[in-house]
């Protein structure tokens, strides 16, 4: 290893990357996006669903039932019915997403205790079904607090109307929030741009004869690799800075860890994502062929990881699978920093686990990287 | 540092050359000697092998067989202690297209150990030699054919190397930069470089010290441009006449004619050996009814190409017959 050598390949990457527009807009483009898309979507789906009222009951109760339905900002009425059959045609024909029935007998059954009404969803979304649970949970037959009538009070409730698809708490937007996805897009961002611009800059060297030029010069394998890793790693802490940065002026997430333990487990999972993405390239035959590669890992890392789904939930074997992708240990080590406050000390075993992967796929790489053509 | 470099007055020196890709042989048993301060020349058709026996003498690609010996080092083996002390200069423009002329000069100046003060006045002394004096900011990317191939011996030869690979490199440059590109390569053996250049212009050929033909491979002949021609003395005939394709057609059909090339208004005719073949051609013609004049001319690089291209051929067939 050669100092000016390697420093010669850094100021390289550099000056190519500050030419190289559209990688620097993804660099910042990116975690921007993601962030806003993952954060408000989120929200969004909570409004406006397309809904109709067949009120057959309409007494004042009634009314004020239903104004308090539309007041949660839920359900938006787009079509008038007067009956549930009316509404199951719109439901099948889409033209709504929520179908709210009172039958004639609303008051009766109410006093009774019970179920007064019928909320029909659209169990084809499971989105719009979820969104549809939060409807069922404002107060039926009291007035409720006039300050907020989202917040549903649990004693005040009657249990849930029957409705003809059931309501499956499958993917619950109350519990998910942008507090919770925040720190796992760290990961994601990290996970989707590394691997990706490391694997491509480097085949992109060896299609355009870049390669063959340095390995007939004295640089070494390791003075390219590392030449190439460190400028990809600062733009991965950049990255990093520009997810906590926003997620804390947008969406109040907070870091109830130390701010240092959160770079440290970002620094961990830049690497293992760069030594892939090195891995990656020594295989790939062209750019096309990295990005494919890339999305190999990317897509089983996003949906394994426990960023979308709880990993308990998951069957055994997607388990086993899911500890050899270092998205899974890095979303346990920023969770537990950020959201918990723990110690990353305390979860040890997930940063033994990350360095381990980044011991072998450096090593992989560099062995297979040879400074020969065949 | 590596193993020292004995000065002696060969500078390549290969046997038994192979290399070969599945079933098919890049570089057959080729034998190479490359004397010091020369400019030497690969001469072949594209798929000939000169890339890969380039890569295979500089240490890139592991020859699939045979004893490869450069600047006193055994190649592949101590290939990285070769590095230092040659130059190579890629078929395709491999600089950096997004750097500048400035910028891609520093970063071969640092990669190939040159001290940054030292670095520094090279480069100065490099972009006024390739005149690039108002160009040193362009990115290298933007510069036409004959500059990119100016800058890529620029950055071949930052660090003097004593040896210098150069593969086709003239292949995408008008005449007029070719000229200038030969006239640096002259300079610089002048100071004592070798050079191993391959091309498949035989204007190029005829200007090497040395050259050797290569075919399918095979190093089909070898040595100085007139010792090559030489071969060739009374084998070429010139036949002007008005009807060359009527005349073409019957003179290919005379034994002992290897091929008849029509250039211009003449037809340039190949001959087997000095047999008495410009009497029967002239028979053929007149027999034809073809109005011509014959008459000997200097054998060029080309038709020593199209003479041991055709050997080897004929050589060749019989053999293949079984296989196919």
């Given at each position: 290893m050669n100092g000016r050598r390697l420093f010669a390949v850094l100021i390289k990457e550099f000056r190519q990357m500050r030419r190289d527009r559209v990688t620097l807009a993804m660099i910042v483009g990116i975690p921007i996006m993601q962030l806003v898309l993952f954060g408000y979507a989120i929200n969004l789906?909570?409004?406006?669903?397309p809904a109709a009222i067949?009120?057959?009951?309409?007494?004042s109760a009634s009314r004020q039932q239903v104004m308090d339905m539309l007041a949660t900002g839920v359900i938006e009425p787009v079509v008038s019915a007067e009956t549930p059959e009316q509404l199951l045609a719109l439901l099948r024909r889409g033209e709504i997403s929520v179908g709210v029935a009172i039958p004639y007998d609303y008051e009766r059954r109410l006093a009774l205790g019970q179920e007064a009404i019928q909320i029909m969803v659209d169990g084809s979304d499971t989105v719009v079904q979820s969104a549809a649970a939060q409807l069922a949970?404002?107060?039926?037959g009291e007035p409720p607090?006039?300050?907020?009538?989202?917040?549903?009070d649990r004693q005040s409730s009657i249990p849930l109307p029957q409705s003809p698809v059931s309501i499956v708490s499958f993917y619950n937007p109350q519990r998910v929030s942008a507090i919770n996805i925040v720190p796992g897009l760290i990961g994601i961002i990290l996970t989707m741009t590394m691997v990706m611009f490391t694997a491509v800059a480097i085949v992109r060297e060896r299609e355009r004869g870049n390669m063959e030029l340095l390995i007939a010069t004295p640089v070494s394998s390791a003075e390219l690799m590392i030449g190439k890793i460190l400028p990809y790693g600062l733009i991965g802490l950049i990255q990093t800075s520009l997810i906590l940065l926003l997620g804390k002026l947008?969406?109040?997430?907070?870091?109830?860890?130390?701010l240092l333990d959160v770079y440290i487990a970002a620094i961990l999972l830049i690497l293992a994502n760069l030594a892939m993405g090195l891995l990656i390239s020594t295989r790939a035959q062209s750019q096309f062929q990295a990005m494919q590669m890339t999305f190999f890992v990317f897509l089983p890392s996003i949906l394994?990881?426990?960023?979308?789904?709880?990993?308990?939930?998951?069957?055994h074997a997607a388990q086993w699978l899911a500890e050899l992708l270092p998205l899974t240990h890095f979303i346990r080590l920023v969770r537990g920093v950020?959201?918990?406050?723990?110690?990353i000390l305390e979860l040890w075993p997930d940063v033994l686990a990350l360095l381990v992967f980044i011991v072998l796929m450096m090593t992989f790489a560099i062995l297979r990287f040879r400074k020969r053509l065949d | 540092m590596g193993p020292t470099i004995v000065k002696n007055e060969i500078a390549i020196r290969a046997r038994g050359l192979s290399k070969h890709f599945g079933s098919l042989k890049?570089?057959?048993d080729v034998d190479l000697t490359v004397h010091r301060s020369q400019v030497y020349g690969f001469l072949g058709?594209?798929?000939?092998g000169k890339s890969t026996s380039i890569r295979m003498l500089c240490g890139l690609l592991t020859p699939t067989a045979g004893e490869i010996e450069v600047l006193g080092l055994t190649i592949p083996e101590q290939a990285e202690a070769l590095r230092q002390h040659i130059g190579y200069m890629t078929?395709?423009?491999?600089?950096?297209?997004?750097?500048t002329v400035r910028e891609n000069l520093e970063f071969l100046a640092a990669v190939q150990n040159l001290p940054s003060k030292k670095a520094r006045l090279r480069v100065d002394e490099l972009l006024e030699e390739y005149h690039f004096e108002g160009r040193a900011?362009?990115?290298?990317?933007?510069?036409?054919g004959g500059q990119k191939q100016r800058l890529a011996l620029a950055g071949a030869v930052i660090h003097k190397p004593e040896l210098l690979f150069l593969d086709?490199?003239?292949?995408?440059?008008?005449p007029e930069s070719r000229r200038d590109f030969w006239e640096k390569l002259f300079e610089l053996t002048e100071a004592g470089t070798t050079i191993l250049v391959s091309t498949h212009y035989m204007d190029e050929a005829e200007r090497c010290h040395r050259l050797a033909i290569l075919d399918r491979g095979r190093l089909v002949a070898d040595g100085s441009p007139a010792e090559l021609t030489g071969t060739?003395?009374?084998r070429t005939l010139l036949v002007e006449t008005e009807m060359q394709y009527r005349a073409k057609q019957l003179l290919v059909?005379?034994?002992?004619?290897?091929s008849a090339a029509q250039i211009g208004n003449s037809l340039r005719v190949l001959v087997?050996?000095?047999?008495?073949?410009q009497r029967h051609i002239e028979a053929a013609l007149s027999a034809g009814g073809v109005g011509a004049e014959v008459r000997p001319i200097t054998p060029s690089l080309e038709d020593v190409f199209v003479a041991v291209t055709h050997q080897q051929s004929n050589a060749e067939s019989p053999q293949e017959e079984p296989e196919a």
């Open positions: 789906n909570l409004r406006n669903l067949a009120d057959q009951s309409n007494t949970q404002v107060p039926i607090p006039e300050n907020d009538t989202r917040l549903p947008v969406f109040q997430v907070p870091i109830r860890g130390s394994l990881s426990g960023f979308m789904f709880p990993f308990d939930g998951m069957p950020m959201l918990r406050g723990a110690d | 890049a570089v057959d058709p594209n798929g000939s078929q395709q423009f491999s600089l950096f297209a997004d750097l900011g362009q990115l290298a990317g933007t510069m036409s086709e490199p003239t292949s995408a440059v008008d060739l003395d009374g059909k005379v034994p002992g004619v290897i087997d050996s000095d047999r008495d073949c």
